[in-house]
């Protein structure tokens, strides 16, 4: 089984040598093109460094993200696509694991997974708590993480494809009319990718294209009784990822998110309830010696590990301190069991984030 992917890349990103260590890590076979429209020459010397990973390669002006990704994929060949934005990686298994998935379930044209976010200093923050398995809340909001989602190219081709004049919502446009023509859609209860969420990204904007482009599919799939509702939920998410100061969108965004559902004992907030995972990876050229997680709350009711790697724990006031006895290398999974005793509602414990330490 191999696998098509598409980098489209409109400027130069801090993340983007993630995103092809990331590739370069996969054990599966793939078909990788870079499409840089930036003119930034960083990027092209970027692409001559992994020039020999690449079996595409395009610098110049596109018409955009979704014909930038068309060309790779009709430049490539892969019986599965995908395609990874600048600031997204993958875990380095996430290939395999499909290619394992889709070998036991070879009736299925599409399979995702989970995605961990990350944020602008490369901390995870979190998990893609809007990811569900597969199911008719599709018509309501995009459950599907795009990175780590792969279908298969005949499929795609047969039901007309990515649309090149989307540039915000061509993603849940195309998972949308595979799901209505009948595409069987596999759910991997693994993590498969890592996302940028920061308030500069384009998920996160909510000007005019974006507004015209999620009114044009609610409005065609969504029940009508949600339509405004489903509306207003996305205005009102990307209106608390632009407010500032920090501390502000922080509050709010908890607030927003403290109804979510629960992954890996992380709730969408970031209230950890009993027993809990982080499950991280990096891909920096120097190994971490250490993990410094950020918590609100309580934390000396917070136990961590135990994990063979970890050497030492301090905790410093609202922060743990962790070095390992072993320094991680790069895209090597570090999995880390978190556990709150005698947790109350009125005393919660909060994960805010966890930065690798080199």
């Known amino acids: ?31 990788i093109a870079f499409l840089d429209a930036s003119g930034d020459p960083r990027v092209a010397a970027l692409a001559d460094k992994y020039n020999d990973m690449l079996d595409y390669r395009r610098h110049g002006p596109d ?10 994929w009709d430049n490539t060949d892969g019986d599965f696509l995908g395609w990874l934005n600048a600031d997204d990686s993958l875990f380095p298994s996430s290939l395999e694991t499909v290619s394992r998935y889709l070998t036991g379930n ?11 976010i990350i944020d602008e200093h490369d901390r995870m923050t979190g998990y893609h708590f809007n990811v569900q398995p597969p199911g008719d809340q599709l018509f309501e909001g995009c459950i599907i993480s795009q990175p780590s989602c792969f279908f298969r190219r005949s499929t795609y081709d047969r039901v007309g494809g990515l649309k090149r004049e989307l540039h915000y919502t061509m993603d849940w446009d195309l998972w949308l009319r595979l799901y209505t023509e009948g595409a069987k859609f596999g759910f991997i209860d693994q993590l498969m990718s890592r996302v940028l969420w920061a308030s500069d990204t384009k998920s996160a ?13 609610i409005e065609k799939y969504t029940p009508d009784d949600l339509k405004r ?39 969408a907030d970031g209230e950890i309830s009993g027993n809990a995972q982080l499950n991280l990876v990096h891909y920096q050229s ?14 000396g009711r917070l136990k961590i590990g135990p994990h063979p790697l970890i050497d030492k724990c301090a ?24 556990t709150v005793a005698d947790r109350t509602d009125n005393d919660p414990v909060f994960f805010k984030h966890a930065a690798w330490h080199f």
Do not use: C
Not at 2 to 31: H, M, R, V
Not at 63 to 72: F, H, N
Not at 205 to 217: H, P, Q, T, V
């Open 1 to 31: 089984m191999k696998f098509a992917i598409s980098i489209p890349i409109g400027s130069w990103n801090d993340f983007l040598p993630y995103t092809l260590e990331s590739l370069k890590a996969q054990q599966a076979e793939t078909s």
């Open 63 to 72: 018409k955009g993200q979704s014909d930038a990704i068309i060309e790779g």
């Open 106 to 116: 070879p009736q299925l044209d599409l399979v995702y997974g989970h995605s961990s």
């Open 205 to 217: 904007s909510f000007n005019k294209g974006r507004r015209r482009e999620l009114k044009d599919l």
């Open 229 to 267: 509702k489903i509306f207003k939920a996305f205005a009102i998410h990307a209106g608390a990822d632009m407010i500032w100061p920090a501390a502000l969108r922080e509050k709010t965004t908890r607030w927003l998110r403290r109804g979510g559902q629960r992954m890996y004992g992380v709730r």
């Open 286 to 299: 120097s190994p971490a010696r250490g993990l410094l997680l950020t918590m609100d709350g309580n934390v």
């Open 315 to 338: 905790i410093r006031e609202n922060q743990v301190h962790l070095e390992f006895a072993v320094p991680i290398s790069l895209g090597e999974e570090l999995r880390l069991e978190l």
